[in-house]
């Protein structure tokens, strides 16, 4: 149990350390939440467990918007994790998570969403359940505050079975007629109007003045590129900040949801990765041929993550006994540097994801159970800001990462003797890493007392 909790107070003082970006011992504050977590746990025994990681999307945020980016992050952490000690299950937690991640002014997705070209509101989301393997997913959907919570009624209702004269149930509506199947399941409308933020109607405007201007330019083919790349060195990948959330429930049980008001200035009737099944979430429960369970929620250039499948690639890849290893070699060789994307310039993504199993004991006991979960995310753009949280912790965390330009693709792999030593010398820099790895120990019914399993770290 030592080595494990070890692992959880260093997961602890990590995030904290880039939080408050202040130099403080890493060791001395390791012992100390080492410490903590194992007495609450004793005083605890029989806690909910439970776990949520969530994202505000991978693209650019600015630095005057990064403490309201953080704070949505930990709203919806703790939003998710009120459910699940309420007893409600992977699916229903996370969806109470992308709720709150959509109703942020802040986000793309839900209120404030990105306008498209005609200056209108269109939403994609999607859910996907990792016990029963149902998923529900609207595109292009307007007039609707919350779209995953349509998502989320159609893969229930899916759940039901056959509907009348053994027609099967929709799992995937777009436009007006999702629209009208959600008023009449009970979810209300909400004028476009009343969607749009000052936020996203200054971004409209702005980006409609810059098309007029481009529109004036000579369009000859090295006009164009030269466009192309001044407006992409403008806008950065900000219009790419897609949510999503990932969670684990005290049964193990997984479930991935992903949200997007889209690209900015899209066509109207345009639906992105958020919507498109295996592209913007994968959830699914560790079964005979998979060993773990997994979950996955993207976020980028939904062209790009569409023509990859990013979210069912990553889980697949999650099933592979080094986890960090995996995760890099599916962002390199199924994303990076897909054939599928051999055309594009840039290629815009970041994913979260999360795997569990659980614990075998020594020697088995009812009241004694626990489940080793496993959280790491990756991305290709400016920065992607994440937030999570356990059942048992006392608040949500949260942290931004921001990858250097002359760095796109480092990766620091951390384990119980480097990551001090890599935190000391990067001078708690450590967001620089393309990659983070945190381990996490949870004891879902009581305290996980195991010194091993398949996730134990070992020395590279």
């Given at each position: 149990m030592t080595g494990l909790s070890r692992y959880a107070g260093v997961m602890e003082n990590l995030m904290n350390s880039a939080e408050e970006q202040?130099?403080?011992?890493?060791?001395?504050?390791?012992?100390?939440?080492?410490?903590?977590?194992?007495?609450?746990?004793?005083?605890?025994?029989?806690?909910?467990?439970?776990?949520?990681?969530?994202?505000?999307?991978?693209?650019?945020?600015?630095?005057?918007?990064?403490?309201?980016?953080?704070?949505?992050?930990?709203?919806?952490c703790q939003r998710a994790v009120d459910r699940l000690k309420a007893g409600a299950f992977a699916v229903e937690a996370v969806a109470a998570a992308l709720v709150e991640l959509e109703d942020s002014p802040f986000t793309n997705a839900g209120m404030g969403s990105n306008l498209n070209l005609s200056g209108e509101i269109e939403?994609?989301?999607?859910?996907?359940?990792?016990?029963?393997?149902?998923?529900?997913?609207?595109?292009?959907?307007?007039?609707?505050?919350?779209?995953?919570?349509?998502a989320n009624r159609l893969l229930n209702e899916a759940q039901k079975g056959k509907l009348?004269?053994?027609?099967?149930?929709?799992?995937?509506?777009v436009g007006q007629g999702a629209h009208d199947w959600a008023v009449t399941h009970g979810i209300?409308?909400?004028?476009?109007?009343?969607?749009?933020?000052?936020?996203?109607?200054?971004a409209y405007k702005r980006n409609k003045r810059k098309m007029e201007l481009a529109e004036k330019m000579d369009t000859g083919h090295n006009q164009t590129k030269k466009r192309r790349q001044s407006s992409e060195n403008e806008n950065g990948s900000g219009c790419l900040d897609t949510v999503g959330a990932i969670v684990v429930d005290q049964e193990g049980n997984v479930a991935a949801a992903v949200s997007s008001g889209g690209l900015a200035m899209k066509h109207p009737g345009r639906v992105g990765q958020a919507a498109h099944y295996g592209c913007g979430c994968w959830a699914e429960n560790a079964c005979n041929m998979n060993p773990y369970s997994t979950a996955v929620s993207t976020s980028g250039c939904g062209e790009h993550l569409i023509r990859t499948m990013l979210a069912r690639e990553c889980s697949a890849a999650m099933q592979s006994e080094d986890a960090h290893q995996a995760l890099l070699e599916a962002m390199q060789h199924k994303f990076i540097s897909s054939p599928f994307l051999a055309s594009e310039d840039r290629v815009l993504g970041g994913v979260i994801v999360l795997r569990c199993c659980r614990c075998v004991e020594a020697q088995p006991s009812q009241d004694i159970q626990g489940a080793l979960v496993e959280f790491l995310w990756s991305h290709t753009t400016e920065s992607m800001c994440v937030g999570y949280m356990s059942a048992q912790d006392s608040k949500a965390k949260s942290a931004s990462l921001v990858i250097p330009l002359l760095w796109p693709y480092l990766v620091l792999k951390y384990h119980e003797q480097s990551l001090l030593q890599v935190l000391h010398h990067w001078g708690y820099q450590y967001q620089s890493a393309y990659l983070l790895n945190v381990l996490c120990v949870l004891g879902f019914v009581g305290e996980?007392?195991?010194?091993?399993?398949?996730f134990t770290p070992v020395p590279t």
């Open positions: 202040q130099p403080s011992s890493p060791q001395a504050n390791s012992w100390s939440n080492q410490q903590d977590s194992v007495s609450s746990k004793n005083q605890n025994p029989k806690s909910v467990g439970g776990f949520v990681l969530v994202h505000a999307g991978a693209g650019y945020h600015s630095e005057s918007k990064a403490k309201e980016y953080k704070h949505v992050c930990k709203r919806a939403c994609d989301a999607s859910i996907m359940d990792g016990k029963s393997l149902h998923y529900g997913a609207v595109g292009a959907i307007s007039g609707i505050k919350n779209p995953v919570l349509v009348s004269a053994g027609r099967i149930p929709p799992c995937f509506l209300p409308p909400c004028p476009s109007e009343k969607m749009a933020t000052k936020f996203s109607l200054s996980c007392e195991h010194t091993s399993s398949p």
